[in-house]
């Protein structure tokens, strides 16, 4: 069964710290996606990322970035540069593509709070 | 905004009772996903839709059903209301292939039951 732990449930930073979110994911799928959503105090869930498990490439989307490492079976999420606006929970979900229904399996949230 | 609607926003309630939340999909997106995101459980799976078939169950208690209709929107029957089922609702829409699992979400519905 597939499973994703976020072993960090709550990270303070100060302001332009930079600031790494773990994640680390369980499948016996070769072909999977993990996803990176924002739940600001609001309460919506804002997409930032997918990734399929054939693209190990990092990615940078301005002070966002991402590392997928397949040998760890690991998808961190790093912000550089932090801003009190990047106060919000972080959700890491996998999402097995060949099952029926591919649906979310989320982490538990890591909360990040960012002081000025 | 990312072009999926729920409604209401918010709803209280009391035990007991039955409620219905309702969920627009994406324009084009024949796959509706609903989630339930409480303190003890998390963000949870509960029921997919596909074109007005139920694909995928997850943990969904059997006082909660679901249905797609015609025009793909989808509607969460929620009966029998208890305090546990205090929580916010999300669903969500994808096209719906096995390639093309991006899930984009609507608000939410905050259903406070009393």
């Known amino acids: 069964a597939q499973k994703v732990t976020q072993a960090q449930t709550e990270i303070s930073v100060v302001e332009k710290e930079d600031v790494t979110l773990d994640c680390v994911y369980e499948?016996?799928?070769?072909?999977?996606?993990l996803f990176w959503y924002k739940q600001p105090p609001s309460g919506e869930l804002v997409f930032l990322i997918r990734r399929n498990s054939f693209d190990e490439q990092n990615e940078i989307s301005g002070r966002y970035s991402w590392n997928f490492q397949k040998s760890t079976s690991s998808f961190n999420f790093t912000i550089t540069a932090s801003q009190v606006v990047d106060s919000a929970v972080y959700f890491c979900?996998?999402?097995?593509?060949?099952?029926?229904?591919?649906?979310?399996?989320f982490g538990g949230g890591t909360r990040l709070m960012v002081k000025p | 905004d990312s072009g999926v609607t729920q409604t209401p926003k918010h709803l209280i309630t009391a035990t007991g009772q039955r409620v219905t939340l309702r969920c627009s999909p994406r324009s084009g997106d024949l796959s509706v996903y609903w989630y339930q995101q409480s303190l003890d459980q998390g963000l949870q799976f509960l029921i997919q839709?596909?074109?007005?078939?139920?694909?995928a169950k997850g943990n969904i208690l059997e006082r909660f059903s679901a249905q797609q209709f015609p025009d793909l929107h989808s509607e969460l029957n929620l009966s029998s209301l208890e305090l546990g089922d205090s929580a916010l609702y999300f669903c969500?829409?994808?096209?719906?292939?096995?390639?093309?699992?991006?899930?984009?979400f609507g608000q939410g519905t905050r259903l406070t039951v009393v």
């Open positions: 499948t016996r799928d070769t072909t999977y996606y």
């Open positions: 969500a829409s994808s096209v719906g292939n096995p390639w093309d699992t991006e899930a984009f």
């Open positions: 839709y596909y074109n007005g078939e139920e694909r």
């Open positions: 979900a996998l999402s097995e593509a060949l099952r029926a229904g591919n649906m979310l399996t």
